[in-house]
């Protein structure tokens, strides 16, 4: 089973759902998210993947809801400055934003403090939203290092790709702390370590909520059992001993 759910999480990694283009509509840059014809089942498959590994999201497997649940969450964050809308019936245009995802970043080693800080802070101003669909505060469910836009001429970082959503039995707290660590899952297994340390304290002090920084500090424990697999996928295959010294140093530090 633990070789199964294994291949599972590197296959849930590594496919691609959309069929993604670059097109100009009326005179903006706009990008277009296609599901795939195999995106239905496939996602069907994630969602009894995470189940099984403990991954507190659903993938957003109808396509109505998807390009709802798409388009609002763009709009809310964005929509004073961009546009974001239904393409047909598999499909969601959102308007190009100024700037390069934080991965390009953190792959090339030019990932800053500042940077680090305006995610933070990107995410302290979604998390502040009033969300329907949780009757409360919004989450976003994978905020990984790629699904934050960085202009660095404004030093400011906007979310995207509202693919999935937190399982709504869970607490704001619960999905704000989620959120966070996601984020450190996607760094700590690809920066070295010297700037591992600093770099997570720079994004957890940036959050300025002390009381979901003390929720994550809890969490900072790779589990064992079935759960690991998708530690393994998030982040990045690290070693187990290196990613236990990372996570041991930074809960110490907070």
Known sequence: MSRFLTAAGSLVDRIKINAVSREIR???????????GLARPIMACANRFFRAVGNPVRALDDFAVW?????????????????????????VAAEEMPGVNLTQHLDTGTLTPAML????GELRRAHARTCADFAG?????????????????GNRARLIDFEVQHHRTLSADERH???LLVFLQDMVGRISRELWLPSAQAFLAAYERP???????ERLLAPRGIARVWWAVRTTYLAPAELALRLAALRAAL
């Open 67 to 91: 390009q709802r649940w798409e388009v609002e969450c763009f709009l809310a964050l964005h929509g004073d400055r961009f546009r974001a809308f239904a393409d047909g019936p598999r499909a």
């Open 26 to 36: 009326d005179g903006r840059p706009m990008w277009i998210k296609r599901r795939r």
């Open 117 to 120: 800080a305006a995610a933070a």
């Open 177 to 179: 702390t989620d959120d």
């Open 137 to 153: 505060p919004w989450s976003h469910g994978d905020p990984h290092a790629g699904n934050f836009i960085y202009e660095a001429a």
């Open 211 to 217: 009381e979901i920084v003390a929720r994550v500090r």
